[in-house]
Every structure is written in structure tokens, then in C-alpha cells.
């Protein structure tokens, strides 16, 4: 699959040419160390972004090993960012060395690259080890990178570190598989030395003690978080040339306070101050920032917070970058800042730091987290500085890194995460009750998920973390990667200012559907008798209910374990509560009291498209009904696209979203994850990846740009699933077979796609008909977005495939069929598309400027 989605440039970048690149860039730093190794590869090779590796069995590097062995993966999966270094692999069975001749006056970065797979017929569970260096520091120790993969829902993970200076002039890093573990074994993908300047010469604060601060200068650190606050995902070749990758904060944020984002104009020019070097943060990062908000009633009464999951028994430092974008006086914006509910820093007020606007500047603080229940966090919370009285009640940030110090025995190994128990679980109910036929009605969002040869990775780690903290548990997660879906269910509230971040703004979306009382909840589902659950989801489980003495309803109810939480429930009210449509499933209400988070639909009879295809003893679908079915949720999809007021993306359409009512209309479901689309100035959102994998886009994988076409991608999958009755992955199968959309492309590219067609549909497909689904399934799925057909011309053809598929079953001549549909794409489906649409009289979007670009659509 990925041989097409991660080309290589056409030329290799040579070490030299790229550290030119770095030097081109606004960073003033050249390393003067720069070494990519691809373990266990026979020749160098360039990874997507056109980064040279060198093959460790040809580069100058030494390798101590008694037993040693190159590899390759048995699967690529599609979430790996390149082939290069992730495909190869270099197997240990005993202690083994790798010897790195290095400037001895200079830290280093230290990135290890880890991806999980079948290395000549090893399996990846059986991977336990430790990695230490030659200096006496602990890097990783009993780490299971399948483990922690499968509990952050990545494919790959790369762990990071800052080495002090080598003394000898050379870094060795010892890879030693545990002995507390039968038959392990240790790997590594690919590995990175690359020298930097020692950023972190500054003592840091000790957070809590006015008069203390912790020498960060002589220690080795861990990178935990690395957030670009405000802005989009940072790839290592837009770094100021550190090579460091910057995330999303989103994920992070507590509650629904999530402030709002701004950036500085393109005339503005970020000057940085003397002293401090131009590579401390990229220039992007100090263009972009995250504020309360403009009301300062609001921001008074919520504190915008970021929550980390860390190691307990270690010291941490958080760097705090800051650049005052719209002010321009001192006292005009003074808020405090404090680190797990204690004073950081009062009355920061950046103008007072910099005095001058567009200056970056950036703070560290220490704190130490201890080992108890609950303990394992760090929490991030500005708030005004209500005392000095400023202009504006607010605060900004702009960027935000995390480090864990070695503590005193030169360890920096934290246990592995634990996957989520409830999810694990839940995912096997899901699979049995498949298997076994039983009628699982799922309204939801299994959110996230990663495939792998040998299994599903359909979990999170922040909602075992949640249900560990109530524990009292010790493990926590160590990983640097973003985990991404942190609880926002939790009912507890941040004590800074008393006061719950999200519970006030939860009262205010009541309001915009009908309120259920708890009480009201109870008698509709028998006090949620387990017997009338019909399905299981990320959010919770789903309930089949009566209410109003005999209307049927499905009722979800959130898990206070659930990853999925305050965002994705207000998310959902707010996306149905404007949004009317014969094929959008309809929103009745929802109850959020008691910490309840409670969403009330329509009863959708015959459950999801999904059961109706494969695993189940339900009588088959006909093709006609496939069709009509697809038909369906194409409308409903191209509604959201061009219908409302905004363009609305869906993000997770797959065969579990598409519900059927007792009429058998398709119904699109699960707006937890939607979002609005890019305004008419603008080509994409800028957004980290949500979705379902097998489905997902891959471009909007790669470059984390949303856009309309990611729906349409997925929908392409869907059609797939509909004419092949096969899940969108089935790890089981051959590796080529694995994702059902490489292979179904691969099929109609060779001409025999009809030899994976459903058994059940054989000879009951219009060869016609067949033809032009296929061809539209397959345009969904190319490679760029831009080259995708829009749902208005998919619904389209699809519309053109069921005529052809009527004429066939009737006997017509496919020709009159021809001439019938002759009328250019966007013209008369279109009306047709918004004649079946029912929306409410009072929706602000319910106007003729909407219809009239429905029909004649201009301008988006």
C-alpha cells in the first residue's frame, strides 16, 4: 500500500546538502554531528521528506554484536510516515553495541525509532529490552515498543533524548534484551545522533519554592511533549534547525475551554531579542498563539488548561514559549500561570518581559511529580491576574515543551503503558457478538485505532489512565508521542479558581435540544438494564429506550473512562442541533446532570449498515439495496459538504456511521469528531488526525490537512466494503489483502475485481452497473484530495449506477439509461440531493443564498 502513498523524491539528499538545509533556514545553528541510520538495511536510502539514512552495515559506525540480525517487517502499515527507516530492522538476541564517534564538547540528540512488527517470523509482543549509553544513563528499560504502540493507538513511536557532552569523544547505546522475559528480544529501526546547542543551560524554577530552581545543564532529558500551541503539526524539516517535530495542542486541553486561536499578520516580523538564539522555537511557532477569549466575564470564571500524563518519581521541566502578538503596553494582558494547581509564575505579563510586541521569550519551570493516586500529571493553567486589574482579562500562550530529568541514578526508563481494559474488552464483545450474528446496534465512535499485521490497535491510553488514577495504580505512560484523545470527561475540576472549566458551558448547549432529566433517562432504559444495550462504541455504551410513553429512541451514554468526552458531546449537539436531513440521523436530546453526558437519537430499526454485510446471520442485502443504502448516506454526506451554513467534514464515515431506519434509509451518524470545514479564503483545516483506520485519508494523514475529500475518501472504502462485504482491514489475510482498499485498487487495476465481489451478489450485478460503481469507488480513493470527485458527483454516479443496475434487472437497453443522465454533474442531482432534505424552519440555515448554491454552486 504505502509504496505509492510514501514516495521517495527522485534524488537522495546528500548529509552535506541537508545540513545546508538546516543552515538556509532561520536557525543560526549547524550541527556538526548528523548521522541517520536505517538498521538493518543493506544500502542507504532517503526517507519521504528526502532525509539520507545510512545503512549500519555500511556506514563507518561500529556494531558490537554475538548475535545480530538485518530484517524487514513483515507489514507496512499505512500510518507510517515513510519505508525509510520504519521497513528495516536490526534484531538482537544478546547484548549488542553501537559505537557513534561524536564532538565531545557538544549535547546531542538522541532518537530512537521503533515500529513494532514480524522481523523474520519474531513476534513484536515478545520484544522486551533495555537501551543505555555509554555515560551511565538509563534510556529505556523492560520497554515493549509493541506495548506502548498499541496504548497510544500510533504504529511507530520515536523516543527522544538530549545527552549530556561526551567526554571520550564517541556515544554508545547498549541494546540488551530482558531477561525477565522468556525468549525476547531486542530492536531498533533507525537511529539518530545529531548534535545541538545546549538549550538548556538555564536553571529552571522549582515550582512551589520561590527561592529554589533545578539545574536542568547536567542533566539527560526525555522529551515527553512538544506542542505548538494554537498552530497546526510542525514536521522536523520546518524545525529551526533542530529537527524537532511540533504537535497540536488541541488533545491536551481541559474541559471546553479551549480559548481561541490567532496568528500573527504576514507584514509581522518576529524579531528575537538579544540573547536569545533564533533555534530556542521555530519562527511558527511564536506566529501562532491560543488566548481566552475577548469576554472577560467568561474568562474570569475558567482557567484554559492543558493536563499531561507522565512518570511518577521523576523531576519535570516545562518550557513555556510566549510572543505577545496584539499587545503593545505593559499591564495590558497579566495573567498567572501555575503547574499542578501551584503559583508558577504570578502577574506574567509578557509586554513587561520583551517591552515590544512580536518578540518571542520563553520560561522554565520544575516541578516533581510524586508517586500517588492521581499524582501522575502535570497540569498547565493560566488565568488573569485579577489583582493588578489589567485592560484585558486573558492570557496567551504560543508553545509549550515537556522534559523528564534523570533522576540520580542517571535513569530516564518509565514503565510501559497499559492499554485500556474496558476498550480491549469491549472490541472483543463487538467481534464475538459479530461472529456470532447477534443484533449490535452501534451508534458511535471507536476512536482511533491502528492496523497491524497480527492485530487491531483500537484502544487509549488516557482512558486507562483515568480508571488507574481512581486505582491508585503505578504504571503511567511513557511515550513522547502525543496521546492524542485526553479525557475531558472527567467531573472533577480544576481547584485554581474553584471552579469546573467545563460544567457552565455543558448547561449552555442544553439549550439548544430538548433536556432529558436523569430521572427521565432511568425510566427510559429500566435504570440501564444491561439487556437493552444494542451496542458499544468509543463514547460508551448505547441502549435501546423507550420515552414520551412509546417513542423509541436509542440513548448513548457516556463511560467516565471513555477517551471520548465533553469535546465529542458538544461537538454532537451542536453539529445535529442545526443540521436536519431525511439521511442525518436526528438528535432528540441529551441530560447532563449528575456528570452524566447523555445523548438522545431516533431508534434506528434495522442498526447499522455494517451488520448487514458480513459476520451475521441477517438475510443479505440485495444490490439494489446496497445501492439505494449508499445513495443514502451519499446525500446526507454531500448535505453536510454543501448544504449548511458551513462546510461541515464528518471525519469518521465508515459502514458502523451509516445506520438504517425501518424503511430502510440510510442515515450518516456520529458527529462526535466533525468539524467545520476551510472558509472560502482557505484550501484546508489545519486539525490532528481523528478517524478510523482503513479508512482514513491518507493524505490528510500525512500532512494533518482535513478537507471535504477525506470524506470522500472514506466513503470510497465504504462502497468497497459494500460490493466485497469484507471489513476494511483483516489482519489475517495476506499482507497485499490486509487493506481492503490497496487491495480492491489493485483488483480493478488488473482487471479482476469481480473475483472479490461478494459470493452473494454473483451474477446479480449489472455488468454496466458494476463498471461505473467500481470506477466511482475507485476515484474516491486516489491519492490526492484534489483530484477526488466531490459527494455531489458521487452521489451522481451512484444515482447513474442504480438506473443501469434497474434497466438491467428490467431488460432495458443500457443506452436509454445513457440518455437519461446525460445532464452535466451539479445541475439537476443537486436539486434532487436538496429536495430530499428536511430542515427546521428556524435553522439559521434555511435560506435561498444556500439553495441557490446547491443548484448553481460558486465560490466554494
Known amino acids: 500500500m504505502t509504496s505509492r502513498r510514501n514516495r521517495l523524491l527522485p534524488s537522495l539528499i546528500s548529509v552535506a546538502l541537508l545540513v545546508s538545509l538546516f543552515a538556509s533556514s532561520n536557525a543560526a545553528f549547524v550541527p556538526s554531528d548528523l548521522i541517520l541510520l536505517t538498521c538493518g538495511s ?71 525509532h521503533f515500529y513494532p512488527s514480524t522481523y523474520n517470523g519474531l513476534l513484536p509482543e515478545n520484544s522486551y529490552f533495555s537501551v543505555s549509553t555509554s555515560g551511565g544513563i538509563t534510556l529505556l528499560k523492560n520497554f515493549s515498543a509493541y506495548i506502548t504502540t498499541k496504548a497510544l493507538t500510533q504504529a511507530y513511536i520515536v523516543k527522544e533524548f538530549s545527552l549530556l557532552p561526551a567526554s571520550d569523544g564517541s556515544i554508545s547505546l547498549t541494546f540488551k534484551p530482558s531477561e525477565e522475559y522468556k525468549d525476547s528480544f531486542a530492536f531498533v529501526n533507525g537511529i539518530e545522533i545529531i548534535s545541538m546547542p545546549d538549550i538548556y ?335 458499544v462504541g468509543g463514547f460508551g455504551k448505547v441502549y435501546k429506550g423507550v420515552v414520551d410513553e412509546g417513542t423509541k429512541v436509542a440513548i448513548k451514554r457516556s463511560n467516565p473512562s471513555s477517551e471520548q468526552g465533553v469535546n465529542e458531546f458538544q461537538t454532537e449537539i451542536e453539529m445535529l442541533s442545526k443540521l436536519r436531513h431525511k439521511h442525518l440521523v436526528s438528535l432528540i436530546g441529551c441530560c447532563e446532570e449528575n456528570g452524566e453526558m447523555i445523548l438522545v437519537y431516533d431508534y434506528m430499526a434495522h442498526g447499522t449498515l455494517r451488520e448487514h454485510l458480513y459476520k451475521t446471520n441477517k438475510p443479505p442485502l440485495s444490490w439494489k439495496q446496497r445501492l439505494e443504502i449508499c445513495i443514502g448516506a451519499a ?48 484550501s484546508h483545516v489545519s486539525t490532528m488526525v481523528k478517524g478510523s483506520f482503513g479508512y482514513l485519508d491518507p493524505e490528510y494523514f500525512r500532512r494533518q490537512q482535513l478537507t471535504d475529500k477525506s470524506d470522500v475518501y472514506s466513503f470510497g472504502v465504504v462502497l468497497f466494503e459494500v460490493l466485497c462485504a469484507r471489513p476494511a482491514l483483516s489482519p489475517n489475510l495476506p499482507r497485499e489483502q490486509v487493506s481492503l482498499a490497496d487491495w480492491a485498487l489493485h483488483c480493478q487495476k488488473k482487471g479482476v475485481l469481480q473475483d472479490i465481489v461478494d459470493p452473494l451478489l454473483e451474477g446479480k450485478i449489472g455488468p454496466e452497473c458494476l463498471k461505473k460503481f467500481a470506477e466511482t469507488a475507485q476515484k474516491c480513493l486516489l491519492d490526492h484530495g484534489v483530484d477526488r470527485p466531490s459527494m455531489g458527483d458521487v452521489l451522481w454516479n451512484l444515482e447513474f449506477a442504480l438506473q443501469l443496475q434497474e434497466n438491467f434487472e428490467s431488460g432495458k437497453p443500457v443506452a436509454d439509461v445513457i440518455t437519461e443522465r446525460a445532464a452535466p454533474a451539479g445541475t439537476d442531482h443537486l436539486a434532487e440531493s436538496v429536495a430530499g432534505s428536511e430542515m427546521s424552519e428556524d435553522s439559521e440555515l434555511n435560506n435561498s443564498a444556500v439553495f441557490s448554491q446547491l443548484i448553481n454552486p460558486v465560490g466554494r
Not at 500510518?79 to 557538544?106: C, D, G, H
Not at 529551526?240 to 511540533?246: E, H, M, P, V
Not at 482579562?393 to 497499559?418: C, H, R, V, W
Not at 440510510?666 to 462526535?672: E, T
Request: with cysteine; charged share 20%; proline share 5%.
Open 635 to 682: 446525500r446526507g454526506l454531500h448535505y453536510l459538504h454543501t448544504g449548511a451554513k458551513y462546510t461541515i467534514i464528518h471525519r469518521d464515515v465508515k459502514t458502523t456511521n451509516i445506520l438504517v431506519d425501518e424503511n430502510w434509509v440510510a442515515k450518516v451518524s456520529d458527529f462526535g469528531l466533525s468539524k467545520t470545514g476551510p472558509t472560502m479564503n482557505q
Open 201 to 535: 543551560s538555564e536553571p529552571a524554577q522549582l515550582v512551589g519554592f520561590a527561592t529554589q530552581s533545578v539545574d536542568v545543564s547536567n542533566s539527560a532529558l526525555l522529551t515527553m511533549y512538544r506542542l505548538n500551541v494554537g498552530g497546526q503539526y510542525l514536521p522536523p524539516i520546518n524545525d529551526s534547525g533542530l529537527s524537532r517535530t511540533w504537535y497540536d495542542d488541541t488533545p491536551y486541553i481541559y474541559g471546553a475551554g479551549f480559548g481561541i486561536t490567532f496568528s500573527a499578520d504576514d507584514n509581522v516580523t518576529i524579531q528575537y531579542p538579544d540573547g536569545t538564539p533564533d533555534y530556542v522555537a521555530p519562527i511558527d511557532v511564536y506566529r501562532t498563539a491560543r488566548s481566552m477569549g475577548p469576554d472577560p466575564k467568561v474568562n474570569m470564571n475558567y482557567n484554559l488548561t492543558w493536563i499531561f500524563e507522565v512518570d511518577a518519581n521523576f523531576t519535570y521541566v516545562v518550557r513555556l514559549h510566549f510572543c505577545e502578538l496584539q499587545m503593545t503596553k505593559i499591564n495590558q494582558r497579566v495573567f498567572d500561570i501555575f503547574v499542578n494547581n501551584q503559583t508558577a509564575q504570578a502577574q506574567a505579563d509578557v509586554i513587561g518581559w520583551t517591552s515590544e510586541k512580536d518578540m518571542p521569550v520563553y520560561k522554565d519551570y520544575a516541578v516533581y511529580v510524586n508517586d500517588g493516586p492521581g499524582d501522575e500529571q502535570i497540569w498547565v493553567a493560566l488565568h488573569p491576574s485579577v489583582s493588578v486589574k489589567p485592560e484585558y482579562y486573558d492570557s496567551i500562550l504560543n508553545g509549550m515543551e515537556i522534559f523528564k530529568l534523570s533522576d540520580t541514578t542517571g535513569n530516564l526508563a518509565g514503565p510501559n503503558p497499559q492499554p485500556s481494559l474496558m476498550l480491549e474488552e469491549a472490541e472483543m464483545q463487538r467481534t464475538f457478538a459479530s461472529e456470532s450474528g447477534s443484533k449490535v446496534h452501534v451508534i458511535g465512535t471507536a476512536a482511533g485505532g491502528v492496523a497491524v499485521a497480527s492485530v487491531l490497535f483500537a484502544i487509549g491510553l488516557v482512558m486507562y489512565q483515568r480508571k488507574r488514577r481512581v486505582m491508585g495504580n503505578d504504571s503511567s505512560a511513557s511515550g513522547w508521542l502525543p496521546i492524542y484523545g485526553n479525557s475531558h470527561t472527567t467531573t472533577s475540576s480544576s481547584t485554581i479558581s474553584g471552579r469546573s472549566c467545563g460544567s457552565s458551558h455543558l448547561s449552555n448547549l442544553a439549550a439548544m435540544c430538548r433536556h432529558f432529566s436523569f430521572a427521565e433517562i432511568k425510566k427510559a432504559t429500566k435504570s440501564f438494564d444491561e439487556s437493552l444495550v444494542i451496542g
Open 42 to 112: 543493506s544500502s542507504d536510502e532517503a526517507d519521504a521528506d528526502g532525509r539520507k539514512w545510512l545503512a549500519d552495515s555500511t556506514s563507518k559506525t561500529s556494531l558490537s554484536a554475538k548475535d545480530s540480525a538485518p530484517a524487514t517487517a513483515m507489514f507496512q502499515d499505512p500510518a507510517l510516515p515513510s519505508a525509510v527507516p520504519y521497513m528495516s530492522a536490526r534484531i538482537f538476541t544478546s547484548e549488542s553495541t553501537y559505537k557513534f564517534p561524536v564532538n565531545q564538547t557538544e549535547r546531542h540528540w538522541v532518537r530512537l
